[in-house]
């Protein structure tokens, strides 16, 4: 047996996924006796171990939910077949492309003239005219692949280049914030806020209401080790009357990089880290005080439940509906001005 934070270790997944796929019914967790938290059995972390598989594959959670809850043999191999015409079209997609641009390079070091225009009408269409696609035909795989090989293409497919990241303002609000510490912290943070936002009518009152939560680590007074801890938000009216056990904060609003969450694959998180510390445009701001919190500290980066209304309201917070945008904090680099001598 094996707690969730034991099983996130081991396997080198997040907390959060291995709760999403318990909600999804793709694993399912125990309850010992006398024992206040989630364990995991041997037939659970098999399972864990093929779902990881499966996604680095590129399966998408509901083939994956289809593949391992199903033992007809026809349908997992349709499944896959499906997956493998998807991924033929991306690897023609690509070829072509590749094909294209090797014939240009080919051209200009033809040409002697530099200042050709390359790029007119003609020209493209004589370019591409002249293609064969012989590198446009799909290669066999090479034997003996690796997990090593697996988890490096799966690394390059998932980097965030320029196109995947969005730069957004958050504008300043009031929340009503919950917080909790320990391994079960992210339910019962989430737990708190879901049950003020149906009391108190919140998406009657303000139906543009927007959920943010945060993971967080403090020291531990006794023991030193880091404790995991959640904060859920959800902005109110100024004025609204917040009950305990939540908080009032002032959140101050600022300027952050934004991808949405693919696939509960929380590496997204580093890839986002790196693709802000890669920019030309903006540093990181991480840590910078964006709002005031002696409980649980600032400046994190957040994470944003989108179209909070409809999965609550709708769906009741069921996690199969819920969509998560992530939110770095960022600022613009500054651009020293050369002086201009008169």
């Not at 938290?37 to 864990?48: C, W």
């Not at 959920?211 to 080790?225: M, P, T, V, W």
Request: aromatic share 10%; with cysteine.
């Amino acid at each position: 047996m094996m707690t969730i934070t034991q099983v996130s270790k081991n396997l080198g997944i997040s907390t959060r996924m291995l709760r999403y796929y318990e909600q999804v019914g793709l694993i399912q967790s125990q309850r010992r006796e006398n024992y206040a938290f989630r364990v995991y059995d041997e037939n659970a972390l098999n399972r864990l171990q093929q779902i990881i598989v499966l996604r680095k594959l590129r399966v998408p959670v509901k083939h994956i939910i289809s593949i391992l809850n199903n033992q007809d043999a026809a349908t997992t191999v349709e499944i896959f077949k499906e997956n493998i015409s998807k991924i033929d079209s991306e690897i023609t997609t690509l070829s072509t492309i590749k094909s294209i641009m090797i014939r240009f390079v080919e051209e200009i070091n033809e040409k002697v003239d530099v200042r050709l225009k390359l790029l007119t009408d003609d020209a493209l269409l004589s370019v591409i005219g002249s293609l064969t696609f012989s590198d446009n035909q799909i290669r066999e795989p090479k034997e003996n692949l690796s997990m090593e090989d697996l988890n490096k293409a799966h690394e390059d497919l998932m980097r965030l280049d320029d196109k995947d990241v969005r730069i957004i303002y958050l504008p300043p609000m009031t929340v009503a914030a919950s917080f909790a510490l320990g391994e079960d912290c992210i339910d019962k943070a989430s737990d708190m806020v879901n049950q003020f936002i149906k009391e108190s009518g919140l998406l009657k009152i303000k139906p543009d209401t927007r959920g943010f939560d945060y993971n967080f680590f403090l020291e531990g007074e006794i023991s030193g080790e880091k404790i995991h801890g959640h904060e859920a938000w959800v902005s109110v009216p100024p004025g609204m009357e917040i009950p305990a056990p939540l908080i009032r904060r002032e959140f101050k609003g600022g300027l952050y990089a934004a991808h949405v969450l693919r696939d509960w694959d929380f590496a997204d998180w580093q890839r986002l880290k790196e693709w802000v510390e890669t920019s030309d445009k903006y540093d990181s701001d991480w840590g910078s005080p964006r709002w005031e919190s002696a409980e649980t500290g600032y400046g994190y980066g957040l994470e944003e439940t989108l179209n909070l209304y409809n999965f609550i309201e709708k769906h009741n917070a069921d996690m199969s509906y819920l969509q998560l945008d992530l939110l770095f904090p960022i600022k613009e680099k500054e651009h020293k001005q050369r002086s201009v001598k008169p």
